[in-house]
């Protein structure tokens, strides 16, 4: 399975960006689907997570929103009121064994996408 995510780019604070992630076979719905952001010399971080509900990073809640089109495989990041700590390559990824506990730890997905940069600067 490869995931494919796109969107990225530069943008003010303040501003939105939609990221894009989109599978090359459909999942089942018990798939996790999640969003992972690294900055420059720090660890991968969880972002966000959707499967039957959503997860989110506390540094995140109530600015990104996270969904899922299942016709599709594809998960969507819709990131609004970006600010410059925001800045870092985003990347996708799935999980198809998966429990709720482990969610936010990247050690649980195993299908990864190439990353998207995405800039939040003035």
């Known amino acids: 399975v490869q995931l494919q995510a796109s969107g990225g780019g530069l943008v003010q604070p303040g501003g939105s960006l939609r990221l894009s992630c989109a599978a090359s076979?459909?999942?089942?719905?018990?798939?996790?689907m999640g969003w992972f952001r690294q900055a420059p010399g720090k660890e991968r971080e969880f972002v966000a997570a959707?499967?039957?509900?959503?997860f989110y990073a506390d540094s995140v809640k109530g600015r990104f929103t996270i969904s899922r089109d299942n016709a599709l495989s594809t998960v969507y990041l819709q990131m609004n009121s970006l600010k410059p700590e925001d800045t870092a390559v985003y990347y996708c990824?799935?999980?198809?064994?998966?429990?709720?506990?482990?969610?936010?730890?990247?050690?649980?997905?195993?299908?990864w996408g190439q990353g998207t940069q995405v800039t939040v600067s003035s």
């Open positions: 076979e459909r999942f089942v719905g018990s798939t996790a």
């Open positions: 959707f499967r039957w509900n959503s």
């Open positions: 990824a799935a999980a198809t064994r998966i429990i709720q506990s482990s969610m936010r730890d990247r050690t649980a997905y195993e299908y």
